[in-house]
């Protein structure tokens, strides 16, 4: 089952070495239940990724709090899985070795491991690929083999910070399939980052639209459409001038 | 970008073209002055008998030789691997350990090593393996009598600061991504260090061994020339060149380079076996 996310006042202040200071959020709540799919959509420089390493533990807010099934997040989140948006994968493990990681890392046996590694490349499509290197893999397995590796310990929260966001539209249609599946499978909560509307509209249940401080982020649009949704039909299309509509708005307070 | 690789035949006729012209070089020039360089076929002969000892020169055999400089490297580079990787890696992860050695040793990082060697006499005498394991019985055990600590101490110097520097860039070109991407999959900072920093750092150490094993046999020849030494590739060359009987001296060099030659390209083929994933990663 998903965890729940409740977000209250929050705020991060970076401090550069010369003493000046960058405030990357400021003033953010949003609360989310379990099981949501939700898409943080913003420019570049709104403070989207910030928000992600917040919500994971990575880095700590200074400002308000975060509680995550009702308890305040300390340290990295035992049951956050997280995609980053640049290839992560170890390149010194074959496919195999980096999906089974996080089962390495409790002291499962090889055998155990490697067999729900194979597993997992399976649901994402990759199977018989256990023994690439991630330099002979195109950017899309690259971030197949990513999702799995996050969600081979069951996480009840994914964190995925515009994981697409480098592949070629057809490869990211699939892999937003494939993440829909997934995610009905697992019933994760889902936060997701992209700065593409069409993505945002296509994959989230609501859609937070960020802006860059001081400017206050809007509150989260809803989108009661099923999955999977059609890319071509008339609400799906309204929804996307909705939202890009949002959108554009922070981008003109903006600059 | 590489290019694509060429065959075999093709590497091996082309890296063969410069030793060809050397030797024609060689032979041209000992027609003309045979008294001081020798002939191909002088240096051929002592090459082609590794065991006979010099009729007219004070040396064991070349093959002794050549045994008593690799045994001096091995154990001088062997300390200089056991001190230096770990030191690197606890530089590179302390900020306090760091600001206590590194100083130290960018100041002694340039020292020549064999600027050591009065020193090193001084401290170690004429002591050796053999004399530290059986005293005044020594001479029974005159091979690892032959490899005097005073040697050891200059070939460790010599691989030492490559290695340690190689190992702490290592460390610290470990990308924070794989770090907090090992956190996210619940690493604990122990695993942390095993399953992330070294691997991710072991292309860059290995790069550092393979340089200080050049140095480390380079400095050997230049130690064995020192007074007080028997025997070694060096000593060969020192005394070919009293006697001049130079034949010796080419086949000694000769011989230093193709086992140079060799160490690197094992070394070579190891840290390709182990940094596989690094080779075409860009």
């Known amino acids: 089952m998903g965890a729940a996310i409740t977000i209250d006042n929050l705020g991060k202040r970076y401090s550069a070495d010369d003493g000046h200071t960058v405030q990357a959020i400021s003033n953010l709540s949003f609360q989310c239940n379990p099981g949501d799919f939700l898409c943080i959509l913003g420019p570049t420089g709104c403070g989207k990724t910030t928000l992600l390493r917040l919500l994971s533990g990575l880095a700590k807010p200074t400002e308000g709090r975060i509680l995550i099934d009702r308890q305040p997040l300390e340290g990295i989140h035992p049951k956050a899985g997280y995609v980053f948006q640049q290839s992560a994968l170890f390149p010194w493990l074959r496919a195999l070795g980096n999906v089974a990681f996080a089962l390495r890392m409790q002291g499962m046996s090889r055998e155990a491991r490697n067999e729900q590694a194979r597993f997992w490349l399976d649901r994402v499509g990759l199977a018989g690929f256990e023994r690439a290197y991630p330099h002979e893999l195109s950017g899309g397995m690259a971030q197949r083999i990513a999702l799995a590796r996050a969600l081979i310990v069951k996480p009840s929260l994914l964190l995925l910070d515009e994981p697409f966001g480098a592949l070629d539209e057809r490869t990211r249609h699939t892999l937003q399939n494939i993440l829909l599946d997934l995610w009905r499978e697992t019933r994760a909560t889902i936060v997701f980052v992209t700065h593409n509307v069409e993505e945002a509209v296509y994959l989230g249940q609501r859609i937070l639209v960020m802006a860059p401080p001081p400017e206050k982020s809007s509150e989260a649009i809803l989108i009661d459409q099923p999955h999977p949704r059609d890319r071509l039909s008339e609400e799906f299309v309204a929804s996307l001038l909705q939202v890009r509509k949002a959108f554009e708005k922070t981008l003109c307070r903006g600059y | ?282």
Not at chain 2, 139 to 147: T, V
Request: charged letters at 10%; hydrophobic letters at 55%; one cysteine or more.
């Open chain 2, 1 to 282: 970008m590489k290019k694509k690789s060429a065959s075999l035949l093709h590497r091996l006729i082309a890296g063969l073209i410069l030793p060809a012209l050397l030797l024609g070089l060689w032979h041209f020039a000992s027609s003309r002055s045979a008294t001081v360089v020798p002939s191909l076929g002088e240096v051929w002969a002592v090459l082609a008998h590794p065991l006979r000892e010099p009729p007219n020169l004070d040396s064991p055999s070349l093959f002794a030789c050549t045994a008593i400089s690799l045994a001096r490297v091995a154990i001088g580079y062997a300390l200089a691997v056991f001190s230096a990787v770990p030191l690197g890696l606890t530089v590179a992860r302390s900020d306090a350990v760091r600001r206590i050695v590194m100083p130290l040793v960018e100041f002694a990082r340039p020292i020549c090593p064999i600027a050591w060697m009065p020193l090193a006499i001084i401290l170690f005498g004429f002591s050796s393996l053999g004399s530290a394991l059986w005293g005044h019985q020594a001479w029974r055990h005159d091979f690892l009598g032959q490899i005097q600590f005073a040697m050891v101490a200059i070939i460790w110097w010599g691989a030492f600061f490559p290695i340690l520097l190689a190992s702490v860039q290592g460390v610290e070109q470990t990308r924070t991504l794989y770090l907090e991407a090992a956190l996210m999959l619940r690493a604990t900072r122990r695993q942390l260090f095993r399953h992330v920093i070294l691997p991710s750092a072991l292309p860059s150490v290995l790069t550092g061994l393979r340089v200080g094993l050049g140095l480390a046999w380079m400095v050997i020849i230049a130690a064995e020339i020192f007074p007080g030494t028997r025997s070694g590739l060096g000593y060969m060359i020192t005394t070919s060149h009293q006697v001049a009987q130079y034949e010796y001296a080419f086949a000694c060099i000769i011989l230093i380079g193709v086992l140079g030659f060799g160490m690197n390209a094992a070394l070579r083929a190891l840290s390709l076996r182990v940094g596989r994933w690094q080779a075409k990663e860009r």
